[in-house]
């Protein structure tokens, strides 16, 4: 039989019982039956009720009896067996609504040892369970007569014997196709009940004291089954990992099953990576550290399923990737990429069996197949062509690279052409290789507007090739594995598809691989879409928020905006004098809700009284059209703890509904902008920016507002505590350039973070 036509049987089956778990939640609780006593439910979500017919004591349920699950009234499941003080433990049969059942052994309200499983689809198992999960030796039997035998892995087959409906025999071994199993001779027989140091290679595979790299500290209570937290170390004597496994595999440990808190550690004691399980699977938090101690990343899971945002950090703390998930789908199958040096990417990565539909098809011109995630094949019938392409959605203004992988099983005998900027045949731009010469063609509205001739290239391979399209500034350059063939001027395409064409023009059929479909497309680090964005906290998972603000005077006074400090636990500044970063706790001195103000102070006795402020408060209202400029620390989870610099003309003098509280501003202003100041070109502080009246008013793009400063004044005399600023007068008072009263200014910009 087809390996693969096997291994999708496999998982079909695997799918169709994974569903009776997929929506338990992480929760247990006890539940009042509403006949004087409560059950315990492992899987409790809002809206479950019970009924209990059967014995009880102590007011919970306790012998055997039947348990019927209700979910917002609705039937949910049946449970017709033994209770221990309200906790299912001994023989039963769980039935659900869809008449799927399990019968077994029931231990702390989980399915644990031998049972027995059908599904409504006619399927059945007769093996062994870890909380209610298929895991362990058992047989699998397909309701077309096929059937599989050997170990089953969290509900899915492991290692074992395949035979189809039709009695032809496969075999798989560590989830892949393979053409006999490999046996292993492995005996290991734990004493119960005494404390064990068992010995690992650095494959984690059993071995002898001499030939370890691991040791593990065990107990067991029973056969395969660990009693409290393991330990596992470096065979130097450092801690490398705790964890509770449920079962433990002793001749594949990574098939043991886990349940809790899990944590690995580096040799120096610091954390390397901390993760929660749930019934073997990941749920809730998953992060991993540098060895500094610092977060390297951080996601998010739910019953095993990515969720959320998923977030990786430079060594320095600034973020690297945010990927955001929803119930495992990868958001518009695009992730948000920052470079080093702050150069902001939103990253297409085709998943070809998630976009299966658009890809897989027969027709008279050949076959096209998905393989896996990342790559599919195409056969083209002879003196034919095939193509495939997808939406990718990146803008076709923008500053772009394109890329794919190609494998041509059949070289020399046809035209491989990459197809990108790609709207319909009429509109297009191809990269085309035929055995050691390639081609370039753009076409427009119909018209061919370049058809260069067939040219030779070394860079050419006989087999894998890899395209790339820099489509930046003025110039499109067109790479053939890293080496550039080609260089032309700008096109602004016409559509953003991108997909491969296989000609071929031979007599016999043609087949090709198309693999890694990829498109980084630049972005404006001041217009990064917001849902490609992490929650606004900072880089380092501990502080929740953070806005900007700026110095009132050389005291340690500070202004900003009450939406950046509201609600919060606890408030740190951060700026930097002469270069080098400073931090210190402050307090909120006085606020003003109704105008979205606030003023904080540094309540450190290490701070030292700053040089004088450097620019003044000016009261009365600009006039439209001033040019005006803002300073603050927008986005600083994503684009670093760097001052930022954005500036534009005052729009109006007043907002929505001629508030006179606040300018419009063509100034972009974004989350983290919030506190910040803004400032004329005279030296003065005009205004204080905030993101959150532009959430307030509008959810339009360039419509931006600032709080005029004389309301900021009006605070600061209504202050407790008396604050001076000198106000300065709307003069140029100074003869400094731009950037050197940016450079002047920006120590006086300060980061707020909040908890």
Known sequence: MDMKRALFLFFLFAHSMFGLSQTYTLKDKWVDCGNGCQLLDPYYSDGVSFTWKGPSKGGKANGYGTAIKYVNGEYESTYVGEYKMGIREGKGTFTHKDGSSKTGTFVNGQLIGRGKMTTEDGHSYDGEFVNYRMHGNGTIRYANGAKFVGYVSNDSPYTGEFTNYDGEISYIQEGIPVEHIDKRNFSYSPKIGQRLTEYFDKDWNRC??????????????????PKGVVKDYYITGELQSEQYPV???????????????????????????????????????????????????????????????????????????????????????KYLHITEDDVPFLIYDENFIRNKDAWEYHGQNGIVQVNDEVSISMQASPERMISGGIYTGFSPMSDNIISVVTNQRNPGQGIVSFLFGFKDWDNLCALSIAGDKYQFTYKKNG???????????????????????????????????????KEVGRIY????????????????????????????????????????????????NTWKGNGSGFFLNKEGYIATNYHVIEGASTLQANFTRNGKLESYPVSVVATDQQNDLAIIRINDSSFKILPNIPYGLLSRTKDTGSEVFALGYPMASVMGEEVKFTDGKISSKSGIQGDVRVYQISVPIQPGNSGGPLFDMDGNVVGITSSGLNREYFKSENVNYAIKASYLKNLMEACPEEIILEEKADIHTSSATLTERIKQYEDYVVLILTK
Do not use: M
């Open 208 to 225: 002898d004291a001499k030939s370890a790299a691991y040791y593990r500290l065990i107990t067991y209570s029973a056969p395969h089954v």
């Open 247 to 333: 079962y433990v595999d002793y001749e594949n440990d990574s098939q043991s099953f886990l349940e809790g808190e899990q944590i690995f550690y580096y040799k120096n004691g610091k954390i390397e990576r901390k993760q929660q399980y749930y019934n073997n699977r990941l749920n809730g938090s998953s992060i991993s550290y540098y060895d500094d101690g610092k977060i390297a990343s951080e996601e998010f899971y739910c019953f095993g399923t990515p969720n959320g945002d998923a977030i990786e950090y430079y060594p320095n703390g600034k973020i690297a990737t945010v990927r955001k998930y929803n119930n495992g789908q990868l958001h518009n199958n």
């Open 447 to 485: 018209v061919i507007v370049q058809n260069d001739e067939w040219a030779f290239s070394e860079y050419i391979k006989s087999d894998i090739n890899q395209f790339t399209v820099v489509n930046s500034g003025e110039k499109i350059r067109l790479y053939i594995n890293d080496k550039q063939v």
């Open 493 to 540: 395409y016409d559509g953003s598809l991108c997909g491969v064409s296989l000609y071929n023009s031979s007599l016999q059929p043609i087949v090709a691989d198309v693999a890694q479909l990829v498109v980084h497309e630049v972005v404006n680090p001041s217009n990064i879409p917001q849902d490609y964005l992490p929650d606004e906290k900072s880089n380092q």
